[in-house]
């Protein structure tokens, strides 16, 4: 019995505690607070009356029965509540039948029982008391199972276990009633429920103390979820504040934080009790309760009229340029992605016009919704095998025939393909292009063996690899064990690289370029004169091939004036002369016309590759290609260069 009175302690103990932090922060979403707040009040004067129930000299005495009672039927409250709770935060809206179904129902019976028990007719009672909390619990975990799309996995794990906790407490407690350890168990999955759901600083936004974007996320991830299952509409307000920092710096600080103090009370009492989230600095969303269209309106014109008037006291005041926008959901965007993408747009709107009032029927929603069929796609692509490797062959000048090749990568969509410069960028942002690298570099080295590429004359196959493939720390095992696995020898291999940014070619890349570099991996400079290639960070690479970009090739040819292409066309010669300098190869690429190859050949550039020998081709047709061009200048110069390998 004494243990009885221990594990009550530090229940309270526990408990307190979470009451505390409960006070120390309060949480958002008011009417699941108040079931939460009433959980934890309802656990924690069931371990006090517990307590006193258990303290000596009181105990066994017959006024302590009353004690006893309340104490149990208050826990069966407790362990309601926090049902419905979980019910409540997981599933918003839920039908009240549901609620008295699942949870009032089992509560119900439990305190039945408990009354039944303390009159000692039949020690039954008692287990069935006990049985009624397991069928709660059952709900709860049934609750966590249905709903578990609507938060994270860790999250869902944790609340998974301490659930299993209490169940086998419960299980234990029915058993050997002198071990009251029920309460504890509950008290934990309490706190962890609380902590789940409340932590503040993913919650909160620490300049202005409004609900930040993680909750934003959490929130309508539980509103889609919502709409899929049940139906029916959500709308809420955005509002857009324009970059003030210039007006702001000229006000000083103390006006600066002053004013930015008064726009943010002013949100809060616009809101009037809807939640009001930042989902980034200067952009707001309010979110009424239920997601009400008439409250949505409400906020829409309080907004508006509040805005568009000016912010300030005596000694300054100011106009703050605004937009805002109503959102309707599910109308608007069907999920959760093309939700994401309205907001963008509607913040590029907001920049663009400046409009006060964005309307969401007048935006251009088709590039975005392409873009992220798009994404779907190349996400899917190596699943759905629409990925295939073309080949452009490259024309040597010297020996006037094809040497070499670039595996151009195809993205098949039904009859057409997607290009290339679109899903390259996409994969590269959404983190598939690795994979698909890997499919493309498996494909040409499988390519590069049962072919025999050596005997029809081709030495390497150049493969196009993006930055965030350089930066892999295996990226030098896995090539060599590709190339071995298929018994092929790094130098038939030239990997292309495209300096994207100032910093394309320092550390990671570096390193990694010159240690694949050691193995016997050839390296290109790809896209040369454009944008960002700079002289000398191209030295301190590997390189042994600079490839000319097609429009600094194609430029001394399509320049408007004389002078211009005059230009162009020294532009050219001398970078060839420069890489030549180096001890580099030159590649043009883009070259198009009969014109355009004499003039490489006069340039004294080295191989050749464009539309004028041919385009990307499926690897059949490029076989063929390479065999019929390579045998008939075989012929004509009866000269067979070996490869290097
Ligand atoms: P890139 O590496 O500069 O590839 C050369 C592009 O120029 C190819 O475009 C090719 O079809 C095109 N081209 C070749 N000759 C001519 C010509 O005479 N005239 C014109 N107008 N164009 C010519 P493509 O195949 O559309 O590829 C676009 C870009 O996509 C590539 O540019 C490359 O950056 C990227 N890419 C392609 N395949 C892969 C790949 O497997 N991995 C990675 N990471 N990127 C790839
Ligand atoms: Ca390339
Ligand atoms: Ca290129």
Same mark, same amino acid.
Request: charged fraction near 20%; glycine fraction near 6%.
């Given at each position: 019995?004494?243990?009885?009175?221990?594990?009550?302690?530090?229940?309270?103990?526990?408990?307190?505690?979470?009451?505390?932090?409960?006070?120390?922060?309060?949480?958002?979403?008011?009417?699941?607070?108040?079931?939460?707040?009433?959980?934890?009040?309802?656990?924690?004067?069931?371990?006090?009356?517990?307590?006193?129930?258990?303290?000596?000299?009181?105990?066994?005495?017959? *006024?302590?029965?009353? +004690?006893?009672?309340? /104490?149990?039927?208050? $826990? #069966?409250?407790?362990?309601?509540? %926090? &049902? @419905? =709770? !979980?019910?409540?935060?997981?599933?918003?809206?839920?039908?009240?039948?549901?609620?008295?179904?699942?949870?009032?129902?089992?509560?119900?019976?439990?305190?039945?029982?408990? *009354?039944?028990?303390? +009159?000692?007719?039949? /020690?039954?009672?008692? $287990? #069935?008391?006990?049985?009624?909390? %397991? &069928? @709660? =619990? !059952?709900?709860?975990?049934?609750?966590?199972?249905?709903?578990?799309?609507?938060?994270?996995?860790?999250?869902?794990?944790?609340?998974?276990?301490?659930?299993?906790?209490? *169940?086998?407490?419960?299980?234990?407690?029915?058993?050997?009633?002198?071990?009251?350890?029920?309460?504890?168990?509950?008290? @934990?999955? !309490?706190?962890?429920?609380?902590?789940?759901?409340?932590?503040?600083?993913?919650?909160?936004?620490?300049?202005?103390?409004?609900?930040?974007?993680?909750?934003?996320?959490?929130?309508?991830?539980?509103?889609?979820?919502?709409?899929?299952?049940?139906?029916?509409?959500?709308?809420?307000?955005?509002?857009?504040?324009?970059?003030?920092?210039?007006?702001?710096?000229?006000?000083?600080?103390?006006?600066?934080?002053?004013?930015?103090?008064?726009?943010?009370?002013?949100?809060?009492?616009?809101?009037?009790?809807?939640?009001?989230?930042?989902?980034?600095?200067?952009?707001?969303?309010?979110?009424?309760?239920?997601?009400?269209?008439?409250?949505?309106?409400?906020?829409?014109?309080?907004?508006?009229?509040?805005?568009?008037?000016?912010?300030?006291?005596?000694?300054?005041?100011?106009?703050?340029?605004?937009?805002?926008?109503?959102?309707?959901?599910?109308?608007?965007?069907?999920?959760?992605?093309?939700?994401?993408?309205?907001?963008?747009?509607?913040?590029?709107?907001?920049?663009?016009?400046?409009?006060?009032?964005?309307?969401?029927?007048?935006?251009?929603?088709?590039?975005?919704?392409?873009?992220?069929?798009?994404?779907?796609?190349?996400?899917?692509?190596?699943?759905?095998?629409?990925?295939?490797?073309?080949?452009?062959?490259?024309?040597?000048?010297?020996?006037?025939?094809?040497?070499?090749?670039?595996?151009?990568?195809?993205?098949?969509?039904?009859?057409?393909?997607?290009?290339?410069?679109?899903?390259?960028?996409?994969?590269?942002?959404?983190?598939?292009?690795?994979?698909?690298?890997?499919?493309?570099?498996?494909?040409?080295?499988?390519?590069?063996?049962?072919?025999?590429?050596?005997?029809?004359?081709?030495?390497?196959?150049?493969?196009?690899?993006?930055?965030?493939?350089?930066?892999?720390?295996?990226?030098?095992?896995?090539?060599?064990?590709?190339?071995?696995?298929?018994?092929?020898?790094?130098?038939?291999?030239?990997?292309?690289?495209?300096?994207?940014?100032?910093?394309?070619?320092?550390?990671?890349?570096?390193?990694?370029?010159?240690?694949?570099?050691?193995?016997?991996?050839?390296?290109?400079?790809?896209?040369?004169?454009?944008?960002?290639?700079?002289?000398?960070?191209?030295?301190?690479?590997?390189?042994?091939?600079?490839?000319?970009?097609?429009?600094?090739?194609?430029?001394?040819?399509?320049?408007?004036?004389?002078?211009?292409?005059?230009?162009?066309?020294?532009?050219?010669?001398?970078?060839?002369?420069?890489?030549?300098?180096?001890?580099?190869?030159?590649?043009?690429?883009?070259?198009?016309?009969?014109?355009?190859?004499?003039?490489?050949?006069?340039?004294?550039?080295?191989?050749?590759?464009?539309?004028?020998?041919?385009?990307?081709?499926?690897?059949?047709?490029?076989?063929?290609?390479?065999?019929?061009?390579?045998?008939?200048?075989?012929?004509?110069?009866?000269?067979?260069?070996?490869?290097?390998?």
């Amino acid at each position: 019995m004494v243990s009885g009175y221990y594990y009550d302690i530090s229940t309270l103990l526990v408990l307190l505690c979470l009451m505390y932090a409960f006070f120390l922060q309060s949480l958002h979403r008011v009417e699941e607070n108040t079931v939460f707040f009433s959980a934890l009040l309802c656990g924690t004067l069931s371990s006090l009356l517990s307590i006193i129930y258990y303290l000596q000299p009181f105990h066994q005495s017959s *006024i302590m029965v009353p +004690f006893y009672v309340s /104490s149990w039927a208050l $826990t #069966a409250v407790s362990i309601s509540l %926090l &049902i @419905l =709770f !979980l019910y409540r935060d997981r599933a918003y809206n839920i039908g009240i039948w549901k609620q008295l179904v699942f949870v009032g129902l089992p509560f119900a019976m439990d305190v039945i029982f408990i *009354i039944l028990a303390s +009159f000692g007719l039949f /020690s039954g009672f008692r $287990t #069935a008391a006990y049985c009624c909390d %397991l &069928i @709660l =619990f !059952l709900v709860g975990i049934n609750i966590l199972y249905v709903y578990k799309k609507n938060t994270t996995i860790e999250r869902m794990v944790m609340l998974w276990l301490m659930m299993i906790v209490v *169940i086998a407490a419960t299980v234990v407690e029915m058993l050997y009633p002198d071990i009251t350890i029920q309460r504890f168990a509950i008290a @934990l999955l !309490l706190a962890e429920a609380f902590f789940n759901l409340s932590d503040p600083e993913v919650q909160f936004d620490e300049d202005t103390g409004l609900l930040g974007l993680e909750s934003f996320k959490d929130e309508m991830l539980r509103r889609y979820y919502y709409l899929k299952r049940h139906g029916g509409t959500i709308s809420m307000e955005l509002l857009i504040i324009q970059s003030t920092e210039s007006f702001l710096r000229l006000l000083g600080e103390v006006n600066e934080l002053k004013l930015r103090h008064a726009v943010i009370s002013e949100l809060k009492r616009i809101a009037d009790g809807a939640a009001v989230y930042k989902i980034r600095q200067g952009i707001y969303v309010f979110l009424p309760e239920k997601g009400d269209r008439n409250e949505a309106d409400r906020i829409h014109s309080s907004l508006l009229r509040r805005f568009e008037s000016t912010f300030g006291n005596d000694a300054y005041e100011m106009e703050i340029p605004f937009s805002t926008c109503r959102i309707d959901l599910p109308e608007m965007a069907q999920d959760g992605a093309a939700f994401t993408d309205l907001l963008h747009m509607i913040i590029k709107s907001s920049r663009e016009t400046g409009k006060s009032v964005i309307d969401v029927s007048e935006l251009d929603l088709t590039t975005e919704e392409y873009m992220r069929e798009v994404d779907e796609k190349v996400r899917n692509a190596l699943n759905d095998g629409n990925l295939e490797v073309y080949y452009q062959p490259i024309y040597s000048l010297k020996e006037k025939r094809f040497v070499s090749a670039e595996a151009l990568l195809r993205l098949h969509d039904g009859d057409k393909f997607i290009p290339p410069d679109l899903f390259i960028t996409i994969a590269e942002n959404n983190g598939s292009i690795v994979e698909i690298d890997d499919f493309v570099i498996r494909q040409v080295c499988k390519m590069v063996s049962t072919r025999n590429l050596h005997d029809i004359g081709i030495r390497f196959i150049e493969i196009n690899l993006s930055v965030s493939d350089m930066l892999q720390d295996d990226i030098t095992g896995k090539l060599a064990k590709m190339v071995d696995s298929y018994h092929i020898h790094p130098s038939q291999i030239n990997i292309e690289i495209t300096e994207t940014s100032d910093d394309t070619f320092t550390g990671v890349v570096e390193s990694n370029a010159k240690r694949l570099s050691g193995l016997g991996f050839h390296f290109s400079l790809d896209d040369f004169g454009t944008g960002y290639s700079s002289l000398s960070r191209i030295i301190m690479m590997p390189f042994d091939i600079i490839k000319l970009d097609k429009s600094i090739i194609q430029a001394p040819f399509v320049m408007e004036t004389e002078q211009e292409r005059t230009n162009a066309g020294t532009l050219l010669s001398s970078s060839v002369d420069m890489v030549r300098q180096i001890g580099a190869q030159t590649v043009a690429e883009g070259v198009e016309t009969k014109e355009q190859l004499e003039a490489m050949e006069r340039m004294g550039v080295d191989f050749i590759q464009g539309f004028y020998f041919s385009k990307p081709v499926p690897e059949s047709d490029f076989i063929n290609l390479v065999k019929s061009m390579n045998h008939r200048e075989r012929h004509i110069n009866d000269q067979y260069i070996q490869p290097s390998v």
